[in-house]
Nanobody
């Protein structure tokens, strides 16, 4: 069984910063990629930023220059540093991982989500 546990959401004023964390644990052999998605009320879930196993990153255009994704040395925890937050960044932020389990099964796993609210 695989778990993704997110933390770090909250309420912040426009222009402020938050740092989200997502820790993966469980029956993991290799993590292929870990991404951050978000879903605002009435909207579809969208990719915010991602990390592949080779260390490359990608960002949605709407966060470039403001958000930074990083990970720990064990590559099981990813962080999302969010600066210059805007009210339109308000959403539930989800961590996603595509990984290979110890029994060599490819699994997609989602965290429970963490609320980020940016007030104007």
């Amino acid at each position: 069984q695989v778990q993704l546990v997110e933390s770090g959401g909250g309420l912040v004023q426009s222009g402020g910063s938050l740092r989200l964390s997502c820790a993966a644990s469980g029956n993991i052999f290799r993590i292929n990629r870990m991404d951050w998605y978000r879903q605002a009320p009435g909207k579809e879930r969208e990719l915010v930023a991602g990390f592949t196993s080779d260390g490359s990153t990608n960002y949605a255009d709407f966060v470039k220059g403001r958000f930074t994704i990083s990970r720990d040395n064990a590559e099981t925890t990813v962080y999302l540093q969010m600066n210059s937050l805007k009210p339109e960044d308000t959403a539930v932020y989800y961590c996603f991982a595509n990984l290979l389990t110890m029994s060599l099964r490819h699994v997609d796993s989602w965290g429970q989500g963490t609320q980020v609210t940016v007030s104007s």
